[in-house]
């Protein structure tokens, strides 16, 4: 794929749009409402209860406005990656405490190494939590690993796992304690750094994908998940890349939360969830904009799963007490209160249905730029689907290799 051409097409779509999904539609509801085409808002207000479910799914049901169905189409097209086919099965023996999320990527990513990794001996996994993959890719390959994490908790529980595994040549899997950080390391550094090592990190949340990226670049072989894309900072983590400065989008912290949460096709209970959690959340800051205009916008925090299903009272008054307010209100008012904004809390979520179409796009924009960032620096790179988004919604794979170079032809000549 050439990423620079789909780095442009995708940031051209995006750009016009970016008012949409470079802000937050609740903290600047309601001209953030305002901003989305009229057409659009009464498309969205027409549909019933599957439409939603279809429109979250990026279909569009009935009569679409022609300008969104084309930009849908559009998105659709330039998010399209290609998929890694191959499974590499894992024995009961060693599925053992992996869940089924971790055994389906295990399975896929020791695969997606086998034919990429022949010149390759040793490796280090950045974030290697309790070290499942480091253990099942020195059983495979028979590497020398370093799994590095700063959680000593989660490496004794993967040493515990390492024992057990009696056959396996103990000294070839090591769990380094340490924090990975930007700039020299001199215990880390070098483990990234030769053409016969491979640097791995499978969900490095948010920066660190970009450090294990700067730390590799003498290593022989990269393989990167990213996550949490929320976690990074719009001005300093992006762009990376000569040429994703060239093409910079308006990326602000709002549209980093929604490029982590691009999720294609939730089940009928997870919409469901999800629709329950936004009327509540909505409700509610209805509610403080009306008894409490003085303090603005009111971050109200993430409530426990079980208080979104109960009745509008019962969660409103967990998260006023919290927050050390009193409306003075009867848990019927304030479930009263709920039903009479149901139309604007409708409203407000069909927009989010609606800029939720842009998640996967902007993740697909931090990763061409990542990708183009490891192009610039020498490799040869490929952008590829690997886990089932179902499992595993980060399921794109960042993959550097070295390319070859000619025999006889020496660097910069
Ligand atoms: C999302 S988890 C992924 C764990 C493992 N790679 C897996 O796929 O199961 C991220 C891991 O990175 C570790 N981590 C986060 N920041 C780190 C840092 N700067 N240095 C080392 N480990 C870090 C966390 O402790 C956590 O175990």
Not at 98 to 127: C, F, M, N, Y
Not at 178 to 196: R, T
Not at 260 to 287: C, I, N, P, S, W
Request: hydrophobic fraction near 40%; charged fraction near 25%.
């Amino acid at each position: 794929m050439n990423f620079q051409d789909r780095l442009e097409a995708l940031t051209d779509l995006l750009r016009p749009w970016s008012e949409l999904w470079s802000s937050s539609i609740l903290q600047n509801w309601p001209q953030s409402g305002a901003a989305y085409p009229e057409s659009w808002r009464s498309y969205a207000e027409s549909l019933d209860e599957a439409g939603e479910r279809r429109l979250d799914h990026g279909e569009l049901l009935g009569a679409p406005p022609p300008a969104l169905h084309s930009l849908l189409l559009a998105l659709h097209g330039l998010t399209e990656l290609p998929w890694h086919e191959g499974v590499h099965g894992l024995t009961t023996a060693d599925g053992q405490g992996l869940s089924i999320k971790k055994a389906h990527e295990v399975e896929r990513v020791l695969a997606l190494l086998g034919p990429r990794t022949r010149t390759i001996r040793q490796a280090a996994d950045i974030g290697g939590g309790m070290g499942h993959l480091a253990r099942l890719c020195v059983k495979t390959f028979d590497w020398t690993f370093h799994s590095i994490d700063r959680d000593a908790a989660l490496q004794e529980k993967g040493r515990d796992w390492l024992r057990r595994a009696r056959t396996l040549p103990q000294e070839k899997l090591s769990f380094l304690h340490a924090s990975v950080e930007d700039g020299p390391q001199l215990e880390i550094d070098p483990l990234f750094s030769g053409h016969d090592r491979a640097s791995i990190g499978l969900h490095t949340c948010g920066p660190l994908a970009l450090t294990q990226i700067r730390k590799s670049q003498e290593a022989g072989f990269l393989l990167n998940f990213g996550c949490c894309y929320d976690k990074l900072d719009a001005a300093r983590d992006y762009p990376v890349s000569r040429f994703g400065e060239a093409h910079r989008l308006p990326f602000t912290r709002y549209a980093l939360s929604l490029a982590t949460r691009g999720r294609h096709h939730k089940t009928g209970t997870e919409f469901a969830l999800m629709k329950r959690v936004y009327a509540q959340r909505f409700a509610l800051d209805l509610l403080l904009r009306r008894q409490c205009p003085e303090l603005g916008f009111v971050p109200a925090g993430d409530a426990p799963k079980a208080l979104y299903a109960g009745s509008f009272a019962v969660y409103a008054r967990d998260r006023l007490e919290r927050l050390r307010l009193d409306p003075g209100m009867a848990e019927a008012e304030l479930d009263s209160f709920e039903v009479s904004v149901r139309p604007e809390t409708r409203r407000l979520f069909l927009c989010h249905l609606l800029r939720d179409r842009f998640a996967r796009a902007l993740e697909i924009v931090l990763l061409l730029d990542r990708a183009l960032l490891l192009e610039e620096m020498g490799f040869q790179v490929e952008l590829l689907q690997v886990f089932d988004p179902r499992l595993s919604p980060r399921n794109v794979a960042l993959i550097a290799s070295r390319v070859e170079e000619p025999v006889g032809h020496t660097r910069g000549s």
